[in-house]
C-alpha cells in the first residue's frame, strides 16, 4: 500500500508560479510510476503530467505542455509540479497519484491505471 500526501497549494495571481510536492510511503517508490491529476469546481478528475520510475520520460496535457514540469526525487520518495504561467483555468484540487509499474519505460496518463492517490491540495489562480 502507498500512501501519498500533497503539498505546496495556495491562492496565486495569473502569471505567478507554484511548486507542488508529494511525499510518498510505504512502497518502493522508485519502482512507482507516478502522475498529477488535477479536479476543477463541477468537473471531472483529469490528467496533467505523468513521469517513469527513474523521472526520464514524462508525458504532459497539451493544456499544460511548456509551462508545467514533473519531476522526482527518488531518494526522498517525492513526487513535484513546477507550475508556471498560471492561468485562472489551472484552479483546481490536485491531486498525487501513484501505480507499480513492471517496466522502467512505461508512462500511464489514464486516471484508472493509478490506485493510489493522496487527499488532494487546493490551488486558486485568481485573474
Known amino acids: 500500500q502507498v500512501q501519498l500526501v500533497e503539498s505546496g497549494g495556495g491562492l496565486v495571481q495569473a502569471g505567478d508560479s507554484l511548486t507542488l510536492s508529494c511525499a510518498a510511503s510505504?512502497?518502493?517508490?522508485?519502482?512507482?510510476?507516478m502522475g498529477w491529476f488535477r479536479q476543477a469546481p463541477g468537473k471531472e478528475r483529469e490528467f496533467v503530467a505523468t513521469?517513469?520510475?527513474?523521472?526520464?520520460?514524462?508525458s504532459y496535457a497539451d493544456s499544460v505542455k511548456g509551462r508545467f514540469s514533473i519531476s522526482r526525487d527518488n531518494a526522498k520518495n517525492t513526487l513535484y509540479l513546477q507550475m508556471n504561467s498560471l492561468k485562472p483555468e489551472a484552479t483546481a484540487v490536485y491531486y498525487c497519484?501513484?501505480?507499480?509499474?513492471?517496466?522502467?519505460?512505461?508512462?500511464?496518463?489514464?486516471?484508472?491505471?493509478?490506485?493510489?492517490w493522496g487527499p488532494g491540495t487546493h490551488v486558486t489562480v485568481s485573474s
Open positions: 510505504g512502497g518502493t517508490f522508485s519502482r512507482i510510476a
Open positions: 513521469l517513469t520510475w527513474s523521472g526520464a520520460s514524462t
Open positions: 497519484e501513484a501505480t507499480y509499474s513492471g517496466t522502467y519505460y512505461t508512462l500511464f496518463s489514464h486516471r484508472e491505471q493509478y490506485p493510489f
